[in-house]
């Protein structure tokens, strides 16, 4: 049991940043945090923080471990559960993540359905334009697209979105529809950074080795706000199907290129491998999967 405390201090040390809100926490002194993770240090042999009297950081071996360290502390929660007959039953925190618009459409509804069905269950949803570690940063499970470069962790195919370019109606009827990839040089084009980096679009083998460099008028981070400067008529830009969809479906918005498009890529909700996967992550991506693909399916 003294190996499971100093595990437990030091992810509380870690998350909280600070021994004293650990301490906090946990319910015990400063003293003993620090007494359990100097055991822990001096068992390893390796230092886990590197302490000032103003800031705590983990070292290189401390992030190294606490990658480890929360899979075991997770592993071991789920066998208590499971002992206890309690697995049939979700329960505890779930950490989620998507990017910003996806989470938006897909998730945040999703997550609001689930909890209703779980009362046991509480749940945060970080939303970000960029991939995240998901170990690192505590999260249960994520909604990605594109394919899965870490094999550590397990996916659930969703469904499969495309890349589509899309004007309006009243910007083409004033500067027309372009007929090939570089016939967007004669365009206003507003780039969604998340999509069209390097200021270049990419498309299916042909013509300058299927990619195109552009000059935006508008560059954007975020893709809700490009595609509300698309629907204004500023100018061409790019979304995801599920983004677009209900724009096209209602004439706001208008495919271009097409026949150039490239393939769909992946939806995946994705989590941390584990020997035992914890009752509400299970239950999470079994209540998800189908639903999000209902939507996708849909477009």
């Given at each position: 049991?003294?190996?499971?405390?100093?595990?437990?201090?030091?992810?509380?040390?870690?998350?909280?940043?600070?021994?004293?809100?650990?301490?906090?926490?946990?319910?015990?002194?400063?003293?003993?945090?620090?007494?359990?993770?100097?055991?822990?240090?001096?068992?390893?042999g390796?230092?886990?923080?590197?302490?000032?009297?103003?800031?705590?950081?983990?070292?290189?071996?401390?992030?190294?471990?606490?990658?480890?360290?929360?899979?075991?502390?997770?592993?071991?929660?789920?066998?208590?559960?499971?002992?206890?007959?309690?697995?049939?039953e979700?329960?505890?925190?779930?950490?989620?993540?998507?990017?910003?618009?996806?989470?938006?459409?897909?998730?945040?509804?999703?997550?609001?359905?689930?909890?209703?069905?779980?009362?046991?269950?509480?749940?945060?949803?970080?939303?970000?334009?960029?991939?995240?570690?998901?170990?690192?940063?505590?999260?249960?499970?994520?909604?990605?697209?594109?394919?899965?470069?870490?094999?550590?962790?397990?996916?659930?195919?969703?469904?499969?979105?495309?890349?589509?370019?899309?004007?309006?109606?009243?910007?083409?009827?004033?500067?027309?529809?372009?007929r090939?990839?570089?016939?967007?040089?004669?365009?206003?084009?507003?780039?969604?950074?998340?999509?069209?980096?390097?200021?270049?679009?990419?498309?299916?083998?042909?013509?300058?080795?299927?990619?195109?460099?552009?000059?935006?008028?508008?560059?954007?981070?975020?893709?809700?706000?490009?595609?509300?400067?698309?629907?204004?008529?500023?100018?061409?830009?790019?979304?995801?199907?599920?983004?677009?969809?209900?724009?096209?479906?209602?004439?706001?918005?208008?495919?271009?290129?097409d026949?150039?498009?490239?393939?769909p890529?992946?939806?995946?909700?994705?989590?941390?491998?584990?020997?035992l996967v914890?009752?509400?992550?299970?239950?999470?991506?079994?209540?998800?999967?189908?639903?999000?693909?209902e939507?996708?399916?849909?477009?």
């Amino acid at each position: 049991m003294d190996r499971f405390h100093e595990l437990e201090v030091f992810l509380a040390v870690a998350d909280a940043g600070s021994f004293a809100k650990a301490g906090l926490r946990l319910r015990i002194s400063p003293p003993a945090v620090t007494r359990a993770v100097s055991a822990l240090e001096d068992r390893l042999g390796v230092r886990l923080f590197n302490r000032t009297t103003r800031s705590l950081s983990l070292t290189d071996a401390g992030a190294r471990f606490l990658e480890n360290a929360r899979r075991l502390m997770g592993e071991w929660e789920t066998a208590e559960r499971e002992a206890a007959g309690e697995a049939a039953e979700p329960s505890g925190h779930l950490a989620l993540t998507a990017s910003v618009t996806m989470g938006r459409g897909l998730l945040a509804p999703i997550v609001s359905a689930f909890l209703a069905a779980h009362p046991k269950v509480t749940a945060s949803v970080l939303l970000l334009d960029r991939v995240v570690n998901l170990v690192e940063e505590g999260l249960d499970v994520a909604l990605r697209v594109g394919a899965l470069p870490d094999s550590t962790l397990v996916a659930r195919r969703v469904g499969m979105v495309r890349r589509v370019l899309v004007a309006s109606p009243a910007y083409l009827d004033r500067h027309g529809t372009p007929r090939q990839p570089s016939d967007l040089k004669s365009h206003a084009v507003i780039a969604f950074t998340g999509l069209m980096p390097n200021r270049e679009w990419r498309y299916l083998a042909g013509p300058n080795n299927g990619h195109v460099a552009l000059a935006p008028r508008l560059e954007i981070n975020d893709a809700g706000a490009a595609l509300a400067a698309a629907e204004r008529g500023e100018g061409i830009t790019i979304g995801l199907s599920y983004m677009v969809g209900e724009a096209m479906s209602q004439g706001r918005l208008l495919p271009l290129l097409d026949e150039f498009t490239l393939p769909p890529v992946p939806v995946q909700l994705v989590y941390p491998q584990s020997r035992l996967v914890a009752p509400k992550v299970r239950a999470f991506v079994d209540f998800a999967a189908p639903r999000v693909r209902e939507v996708l399916e849909g477009l």
